[in-house]
């Protein structure tokens, strides 16, 4: 089995390092064998036109059809065409990634809640496993 994802004009990618992290983005130009031109685009994303290294962008499975140096009108409505915002949210990368930021954001309180609802959901799973195996 080979590879699906490679470098290519219109691919989405998802940056994973500096101020944009965990921002989707577009590649609209290969610069070189190490970086990239990209955008958001802006207003869906918050991603501004810059160049990027591939080393801190994380390829998706999702293309949108541009051309090479496609305006930011252009790609506005090709992405949005393509639905990218809608499938991406249904993945189960962003939802790890959106699961992870909310635990990131929990409070003390909170913490402890999410503890002692694990411990009574464990201990409920746990009793109906002894009776399972006491009835069998």
Same mark, same amino acid.
């Given at each position: 089995?080979? !590879?699906?994802?490679?470098?290519?004009?219109? =691919?989405?990618?998802?940056?994973?390092?500096?101020?944009?992290?965990?921002?989707?983005?577009?590649?609209? $130009?290969?610069?070189?064998? &190490? @970086?990239?031109?990209?955008?958001?685009?802006?207003?869906?994303?918050?991603?501004?036109?810059?160049?990027?290294?591939?080393?801190?962008?994380?390829?998706? $499975?999702? *293309?949108? *059809?541009?051309? =090479? &140096?496609?305006?930011?009108?252009?790609? *506005?409505?090709? !992405?949005?065409?393509?639905?990218?915002?809608?499938? +991406?949210?249904?993945?189960? +990368?962003? =939802? @790890?990634?959106?699961? *992870?930021? @909310? =635990?990131? /954001?929990?409070?003390?309180? $909170?913490? !402890?809640?999410?503890?002692?609802?694990?411990?009574?959901?464990?201990?409920?799973?746990?009793?109906?496993?002894?009776?399972? @195996?006491? /009835?069998?």
């Amino acid at each position: 089995m080979g !590879f699906t994802r490679f470098v290519e004009i219109g =691919r989405v990618a998802l940056i994973n390092y500096g101020p944009d992290e965990g921002k989707l983005c577009t590649i609209i $130009d290969v610069v070189d064998h &190490n @970086k990239a031109l990209i955008d958001g685009p802006e207003e869906l994303t918050g991603v501004k036109r810059q160049m990027i290294p591939f080393k801190r962008l994380a390829l998706t $499975d999702f *293309k949108v *059809k541009i051309l =090479r &140096n496609a305006r930011q009108g252009t790609l *506005k409505k090709a !992405f949005a065409e393509a639905d990218v915002l809608a499938k +991406w949210g249904a993945t189960a +990368w962003a =939802r @790890k990634r959106a699961a *992870k930021a @909310k =635990r990131a /954001s929990l409070g003390d309180l $909170d913490r !402890f809640k999410l503890m002692i609802a694990r411990k009574q959901k464990a201990r409920a799973v746990n009793t109906a496993l002894a009776k399972l @195996k006491k /009835s069998a």
